[in-house]
């Protein structure tokens, strides 16, 4: 992983961030739990034809402080605050995956005054009501038999799917092998956080906002709806043929959604879904 273009430092903590270049309004990028910058470097590419764009690894992730003493929603908004204050002239258009869309939608309705679009990919605040689903999550980041002797031991486990090349391309090479960039009790932590309800926020929300769901993705077709129900006025796009990770697995529809809603002018224009 090349090294990060700018440092932001926020209550002890340091956040990497790659600036893409480009000309025009600025897009922020925000990374899924257990990921990194590093996957949305192609989503960036493919905007600086008309936007200055600029990712985020989040704390906990990527070339960010590894293990925060603060793991909270609170803290996580108030990174991509500062980011936002600290390296751009805002307001920003704010796009986030998974995870990601959970920071950037509480951001959004933080600090409304810095987020002039939102973008949600696979992104949802209902929250989980299961105890055993971060722990899940937390078990098999810790089951990974580390550290990986090469790439091909890492595949071996892995498995070749978009996401396991996304997790092996970004792993971190030591002196006795490859390791990934983040701690499994960080990140079972991390997700307990956004398995909590936050329906108050998203229903308050008041920065135009596109919700992009993927057909094969983690949501269920009410949980999809409710979302929407919920606050009437968001755009939605459904992508066909994706995954939870489409912007690994369905790029070309992905982008294209993305640079739709992020371009249009939205005065006068009403939500409708966007194909």
Known sequence: MTTPDLIVRRDGVLLAVTDRGGDGPPVVLLHGLAGSSRELLATADALTDRFRVLLVDQRGHGRSTRRPGDVSREAFVADVVTAIEDLTAGPVRLVGQSMGAHTACLTAAT??????????????????DDPDAARGLGEFFASWPLPFADEAAARSFLGDSPLAGAWIDDLERGADGLRPRFDADVMQAVIEA????????????????????????MFTTEAKDELIRRRPGTWRADLAGAGHDAHLDAFDDWVGVLREFLGRDLDDAPARPIS
């Open 111 to 128: 600090r409304p005054d810095l987020v002039d679009r939102l973008v949600m990919l696979e992104g949802h605040v209902g929250g989980d």
């Open 194 to 217: 956004v398995h909590v309800p936050r329906w108050d926020e998203w229903e308050a929300l008041t920065t135009p906002t596109l919700a992009v769901f993927a057909d094969g993705g």
